[in-house]
């Protein structure tokens, strides 16, 4: 289990006076699961890679992220750049169907492919894409079992409220499925 | 997970969420990722670097336009021709009007104001003169594209009758305007104005131009900045009248 803000100590060198952070001890440390979280969303692993290096070459060049809470900061990037591509992938998904009237028709996928698509995954990012991007924060943090105290670190926020806050989220991600989708 | 999150989690939600599990068997290849960063990270501070340099030099030439005179003159004529070509290249731009003919001309509005040196600059007293008048200030960006070619016109036409006279509409009056006609060398006579001629030479933004035949009469106003080309040939018509009329 991930913890906040004590493994600094661990992966980054902040001597006081220097506040030097080893950039390549932290990324051996959290890339994997920056990239995991990532995946979730967006689906393709390859994408997902290199997404989560960007995340950290953004850490790389932010000095005040740095500074402090660096795991919570590098999370919390990383689930907004996922939203961030979930969100291109959709509008691009819309603007190829509108072009599709036009455009020859792009060949059929394979058996394999279609097997590796699934439906339901597709509903459910579908539903994420369009909620509130704090929400959808929620829900993934929670669905990648962060704790809410580590949540609550992760979007610097009063963890007295996460609970409520997690438990809209979740209402508001069933309406919208429901809406979508029906009861299934 | 913590006790508080199990006993508040949705179970309905989290199944679904569940299914965007990547799966346990896909491991994210930490040392092709540590390559690419590290590789973002040179590409990155070399980009940064190429910023810097752009950005020195802009500065430098910013300064050397500045600061420098030679660049200073270069940078002047640049915007002179960016204002002819801007000119020339407006469709609704009208061409400056000719000189008003003899009979339609009324007589100019009179002054009589104190130049730098504190002498007397009376309009009467320039009859037989053709007179340029030029309302501007020092805070006007027109006025000072144009200012130098009336110091041109000025060394030009002076010896065949001609004069230009600037009126400047300062607030601050010669506290601005002395040091400002000796950094310029300005060679023709500059006075301190006043609204109430302004009004009367229909003067309602900088810079405004109004030519003069020898006999005092308004033989063209000009509203903006003037055409240099089109004003020097008006000042030749003028002269060559007036040559006209008197054989």
């Not at chain 2, 990722?33 to 590290?38: A, D, Q, S, T, V």
């Amino acid at each position: 289990m991930y913890t906040v803000s004590t493994s600094s100590e661990a992966v980054a060198d902040t001597s006081a006076s220097e506040r030097h952070l080893d950039i390549e001890t932290l990324f051996r440390a959290h890339y994997g699961r920056v990239a995991r979280i990532i995946a979730r969303v967006v689906g393709d692993r390859a994408r997902s890679e290199d997404l989560a290096v960007e995340v950290f070459l953004k850490l790389w060049r932010n000095h005040k992220a740095q500074s402090q809470n660096v795991e919570g900061w590098l999370y919390r990037v990383a689930v907004r750049a996922g939203l961030d591509e979930l969100r291109r992938q959709t509008r691009r998904g819309h603007y190829e169907r509108m072009l599709a009237w036009v455009q020859p028709r792009i060949p059929a996928a394979t058996p394999e492919d279609i097997h590796s698509i699934s439906q339901k995954q597709t509903k459910v990012r579908s539903v994420l894409s369009v909620l509130e991007p704090r929400q959808a924060q929620f829900l993934l943090l929670r669905s990648h079992d962060f704790t809410y105290h580590e949540v609550a670190s992760i979007l610097s926020m009063n963890p007295a409220s996460i609970g409520t806050l997690v438990s809209r989220a979740e209402e508001s991600f069933r309406k919208e499925y429901i809406k979508r989708y029906g009861h299934e | 997970m913590d006790t508080n999150s199990a006993s508040r989690s949705d179970g309905w939600v989290n199944e679904r969420l569940a299914t965007l599990d990547p799966g346990t068997e896909w491991e994210p290849d930490v040392t092709a990722g540590l390559l690419r960063l590290r590789e973002l990270r040179i590409r990155g501070r070399w980009t940064s670097g190429r910023w810097l340099l752009a950005a020195t030099s802009a500065l430098c030439v910013c300064f050397c336009l500045i600061a420098l005179p030679s660049p200073k003159v270069l940078a002047h004529r640049c915007l002179e021709c960016s204002v002819a070509v801007w000119r020339s290249l407006l469709p609704s731009a009208p061409a400056q009007a000719g000189l008003k003919p003899p009979s339609g001309r009324t007589l100019a509005p009179d002054f009589s104001l104190r130049d730098a040196s504190g002498k007397d600059v009376k309009l009467p007293d320039l009859k037989g003169k053709v007179v340029l008048v030029n309302f501007w200030a020092t805070w006007c960006e027109g006025c000072q594209v144009e200012i130098p070619w009336f110091v041109e016109f000025q060394k030009e036409y002076a010896s065949r009758g001609f004069v230009v006279v600037g009126i400047s509409m300062d607030d601050d009056g010669w506290k601005s305007v002395k040091p400002w006609i000796k950094e310029k060398k300005v060679n023709y006579p500059i006075v301190i104005g006043n609204e109430g001629l302004g009004k009367q030479y229909g003067l309602e933004g900088m810079p405004l131009t109004a030519l003069l035949d020898r006999e005092g009469r308004l033989a063209d106003v000009h509203h903006g900045i003037v055409e240099k080309t089109a004003t020097q040939q008006k000042i030749r018509d003028l002269l060559q009248e007036s040559f006209n009329s008197t054989n």
